[in-house]
């Protein structure tokens, strides 16, 4: 999946996830149910609203004035004792904190969930350098034992069945075969990740968010893995995009109360971790890493993605991602929101995934800081229209209907064509491979008279 | 060109609106008894709130929870409360506090719409013990539970090195299934005791 090379093609994907029908269902179903409980949080504060319109003003804020709170985030996390370093893309991102960890002589790091470690791919590349990683959140730790990525930036394991889980641990950890309770399971990686824990001599983390007022970093987990990696070994690492930062610790009053509300419908995490400075006799990095999003903040039309607080509410919401699957996107961040984020970062790979949208906005809708998801990813289907990142067919079918669209004489007989074939076509002609829109759907039943024709013999008044 | 220089000229080469940072001063939520809100919340997290008429009466509050029972290393950082049968100041590394079983603290306020409590290191040798414990148990001032996170961050001030968390229930997952586990990594019980008529630390 994290191949360089593949160009992703959603529908394709999306076709072989929805061949296991009662899989499909089943994932749909998981993944309804976290919108379920985001509504019910959202409901029981009367100044919901409120609070999306103050993180969306404070987001633009920041945004519009980001090289200051960079810069004031430096001079505050290095007099608390904190070394900030700079990474203009992944490569450099990755260099750096190889370097400090072979300072360290680190063999190995319990890492807890950051999806820039993952946009980086620093994993294989420690790896490739002798260093263990060990993701310390369940879900990932999950995946990473079956060495795939995550399917969802917030529940990275939420594609996996618990038999398939009871069957990993059971060939890697030695649990009971057959076993698939998730409390016997969740036990089973406790004791196993404890002893990762008191071994490893250093923390990665992510970071949620960053202020620039006080130089701190505020961490988010249920799992309290985050803390216990960074709590025992002297060395902690922090990783962040450079859109994490907000400008004031006041302003997590909002974001922390949106939050956990957003993406698993629970009143706030259980631990939001405030570092400002290293633990005493320790050491605090902090990496502020670019990699495509300076360029992103220069454009009118996607600036506002750079809000994103990565709550994943847009992905549980979304009937395609749904009904897809997170892998069916190819990328880190899948779901409405990396289906902006990724064409903007590779257009060429990512140009089906604007096309994995109905349009129906209801990610829009749930975006705790109001980003206009729907309307950018139809704009992202006019830019890669324009250049020329669409398919042959796709191509073909807009010039023709475009031809049709101009002429009315050749809409109405197209319309009659049409209404003709729907009522009297053989089934076996109709429902050809030809007709896409025939594959899993009944064509609606075509009325004697189009729309028009009823129009004109309306009675008159 | 250096990375920073790069990236702040990158950033600096766009001209994005920058409008004005707005005021948080909004009639936010509150609610008629505060702390029978934090303790339905915290219940929603899967902990749980026992009270204390007086600072006098805590030991023996503390000493009837079920984790306290069979637990054999005792951790108790609380100023004057002596529940504990390990002194955190007198442990060198971390590492040897994986066998606490119970864990007793101070935090600072509560928070009643989430059931959040903030609990600061700044004095815990090691921070450490909040999240390897087995069991937690935070000692909070009756007197000061918070209506909403914004009363809560304007009585935190960051301006020396330090750590604090908003701890909010035990330890969980729900990355099998969506089947809800307490007990992930950290705490698998947290109890918050209430204590009457005391100031706090």
């Known amino acids: 999946m994290s191949n360089e090379l593949i160009v992703t093609d959603h529908a394709k994907a999306a076709a072989e996830f929805v061949r296991d029908d009662a899989r499909a269902h089943w994932h749909d179903q998981a993944l309804w149910f976290v919108r379920v409980k985001r509504d019910r949080m959202a409901q029981s504060l009367p100044e919901w609203e409120t609070l999306r ?16 709170y960079l810069e004031q985030f430096e001079r505050q996390a290095t007099a608390l004792g904190a070394k900030v370093h700079w990474a203009a893309d992944a490569a450099e991102h990755n260099r750096i904190v190889l370097d400090i960890l072979q300072r360290h002589g680190v063999r190995q790091v319990a890492k807890s969930k950051s999806m820039l470690t993952e946009e980086c791919h620093l994993n294989p590349f420690l790896e490739r350098h002798g260093i263990t990683v060990v993701d310390t959140d369940l879900g990932e730790w999950i995946v990473q034992l079956r060495g795939e990525p ?11 069945k618990k038999e398939e889980v009871g069957e990993l641990f059971h060939r890697k950890l030695g649990t009971e075969a057959g076993a698939s309770d998730p409390k016997y399971l969740t036990e089973a990686a406790r004791y196993k990740l404890r002893q990762v824990f008191l071994e490893s001599q250093a923390g990665i983390t992510g970071v949620n ?18 803390d216990l990696g960074v709590s025992l070994p002297k060395l902690h690492i922090a990783c962040m995009g450079i859109e994490k930062l907000i400008p004031r610790a006041a302003d997590l009053g909002v974001f922390l109360r949106l939050l956990a509300r957003s993406a698993t419908g629970q009143p706030i995490t259980t631990y939001s971790s405030h570092f400002h400075g290293p633990a005493p006799g320790g050491e605090l990095h902090i990496v502020l890493v670019d990699n495509g999003r300076s360029s992103i903040l220069g454009n009118d039309d996607y600036r506002r993605s750079l809000h994103c607080i990565r709550c994943g509410a ?23 929101i990396g289906s902006i984020l990724n064409p903007a970062r590779d257009p060429g790979r990512y140009a089906t995934l604007p096309y994995a949208c109905s349009l129906c906005a209801s990610c829009t809708d749930v975006c705790p800081v109001k980003i206009n998801l729907h309307e950018q990813l139809l704009t992202w289907r006019r830019d890669l229209a324009a250049a020329g990142k669409l398919s042959w067919s796709k191509r073909a079918a ?36 030809w007709n896409p829109w025939g594959r899993q759907r009944e064509l609606p039943q075509a009325p004697r008279r189009s729309f028009r024709e009823q129009y004109a013999r309306r009675p008159k008044p | 060109m250096n990375a920073k220089q790069k990236i702040l000229a990158a950033i600096r080469r766009q001209s994005p609106a920058r409008p004005s940072l707005p005021s948080l001063d909004e009639a936010w939520i509150e609610y008629p008894d505060a702390q029978a809100q934090f303790a339905a919340a915290l219940a929603s997290v899967g902990g749980q709130v026992v009270e204390a008429a007086s600072f006098a ?30 002194v955190l100041d007198e442990v060198a590394d ?14 600072r306020f509560a928070v009643a719409e989430n059931g959040a409590v903030w609990v600061e290191a700044g004095r815990l040798r090691h921070r450490a013990v909040c999240f390897i414990c087995q069991h937690l148990v935070l000692v909070v001032p009756q007197s000061q539970v918070l209506h909403n996170m914004h009363q809560a961050y304007q009585r935190l001030t960051f301006t020396e090195p330090a750590y604090g968390v908003f701890i909010s229930g035990p330890s969980k997952t729900a990355d099998i299934e969506q089947s809800l586990v307490i007990g992930a990594h950290g705490a698998r019980s947290l109890t918050v005791a209430m204590v009457a008529g005391w100031e706090g630390v």
């Open chain 1, 53 to 68: 319109a103050k993180a969306a003003e404070i987001k633009a804020h920041t945004v519009g004035h980001l090289a200051d």
């Open chain 1, 150 to 160: 995550p399917s969802h930036i917030v529940l990275p394991a939420i594609h996996i």
């Open chain 1, 209 to 226: 968010f960053a202020i620039a007022e006080t130089g701190g970093l505020v961490v988010c987990t249920n799992e309290g893995n985050a």
């Open chain 1, 314 to 336: 847009c992905m549980n919401t979304c009937p395609v991602y749904r009904r897809s699957g997170g892998h069916s996107y190819g990328a880190t961040v899948p779901g409405p």
């Open chain 1, 398 to 433: 807009m010039k023709v209907t475009a031809a049709v669209f101009a002429r009315p004489g050749l809409y109405r007989l197209a319309g009659k064509v049409a209404r003709f074939c729907l009522r009297h076509m053989p089934r076996v002609l109709l429902y050809g491979p």
């Open chain 2, 57 to 86: 009466d805590l030991p023996a509050v503390i000493a009837q929870l079920p984790p306290m029972e069979q637990a054999a290393k005792i951790v108790c950082t609380v100023p004057g409360l002596p529940l504990g049968n390990c």
């Open chain 2, 94 to 107: 971390p590492h040897e506090l994986a066998d606490v079983d119970v864990a007793i603290v101070a935090g």
